[in-house]
């Protein structure tokens, strides 16, 4: 906090203090337990009661679709103490981000927006102020609902190629050469050409750095589980969901929590450096 105040950012010591002086309010928090506590707990954005003063609360977390329904519900129970044009109730909009730590510094992220599309649209122009994509989901939660469709696929394509590359090695194709391979036929993707993980064939990535920075593993077995748990309420059989949440999860209970989520190469399948 004492950077920002520093540099002349306005600070405050709780959440609800922000929201008595806020228009609108952005969160982004580790987990779901994380943000229902700073909407609803001891000096949460809700500690006024009924009335609150900012018209849009948007939460980009990586949070369970009920989480963002329950919480919208909240909101729009409230009533604003100014009213903006004919709006008498606050409105929430789920919208997580994804591009990673490298897309927030250079401000490219891609925000998947669920909630009225009406607020959506409001709200276009400040997330493109730190995204260059907005991408309107549908109804509440169809935000949330996007972002852990989005990475149960990222984390799959992780597997698959690092799975394929440390076969090729144990039969004795170099990765940088099954990577060429790769990304000149149909297994081409992003975790083959943009964010590889087999440590020499790529600069600028976490395999390059030891894994280090980047997406955790914890982070990934964390929504891996809310993926999972999505698809028990549905009812939906998604083997490679709860294999892939397996993995992670042992990848993490080894000690590897805290290394990019594309350690996966050296610490589940053995995969050697280039």
């Given at each position: 906090m004492k950077m920002f105040a520093d540099r002349g950012v306005p600070t405050r010591e709780t959440p609800f203090e922000i929201a008595e002086s806020s228009d609108v309010v952005i969160t982004m928090l580790p987990s779901s337990s994380h943000v229902f506590d700073v909407y609803t707990g001891k000096n949460g954005l809700l500690h006024g009661g009924n009335f609150l003063r900012?018209?849009?609360?948007?939460?980009?977390?990586?949070?369970?679709?009920?989480?963002?329904?329950?919480?919208?519900?909240?909101?729009?129970?409230?009533?604003?103490?100014?009213?903006?044009?004919?709006?008498?109730?606050?409105?929430?909009?789920?919208?997580?981000?994804?591009g990673g730590v490298l897309a927030a510094e250079c401000g490219t992220l891609t925000f998947m927006v669920g909630g009225l599309e009406e607020a959506y649209?409001?709200?276009?122009?400040?997330?493109?102020?730190?995204?260059?994509?907005?991408?309107?989901?549908?109804?509440?939660?169809?935000?949330?609902?996007?972002?852990?469709?989005?990475?149960?696929?990222?984390?799959?394509?992780?597997?698959?190629?690092?799975?394929?590359?440390?076969?090729?090695?144990?039969?004795?194709?170099?990765?940088s050469t099954l990577t060429r391979v790769f990304n000149s036929s149909s297994a081409r993707c992003w975790s083959s050409d943009t964010y590889n993980p087999v440590p020499g064939v790529m600069d600028c990535v976490p395999s390059s750095r030891n894994y280090e920075g980047g997406?955790?593993?914890?982070?990934?077995?964390?929504?891996?589980?809310?993926?999972?748990?999505?698809?028990?309420?549905?009812?939906?059989?998604?083997?490679?969901?709860?294999?892939?949440?397996?993995?992670?999860?042992?990848?993490?209970?080894?000690?590897?929590?805290?290394?990019?989520?594309?350690?996966?190469?050296?610490?589940?399948?053995?995969?050697?450096?280039?």
């Open positions: 900012p018209w849009l609360l948007i939460d980009s977390s990586t949070i369970d679709p009920q989480t963002s329904r329950k919480l919208s519900a909240i909101v729009s129970n409230c009533t604003l103490k100014g009213k903006k044009d004919d709006q008498r109730s606050p409105v929430m909009l789920d919208a997580p981000v994804s649209l409001e709200a276009k122009q400040l997330l493109l102020s730190m995204g260059k994509n907005t991408i309107y989901c549908g109804g509440t939660a169809n935000g949330s609902a996007a972002k852990i469709c989005n990475n149960l696929a990222m984390a799959v394509s992780m597997l698959g190629v690092s799975e394929a590359l440390a076969l090729g090695q144990s039969l004795g194709i170099t990765a997406f955790a593993s914890k982070l990934m077995a964390k929504d891996l589980s809310l993926a999972a748990a999505s698809a028990k309420e549905v009812d939906l059989k998604c083997p490679l969901t709860f294999q892939a949440q397996e993995i992670y999860l042992e990848l993490c209970k080894e000690g590897h929590e805290a290394k990019d989520f594309s350690s996966v190469f050296r610490h589940y399948y053995g995969g050697s450096d280039e």
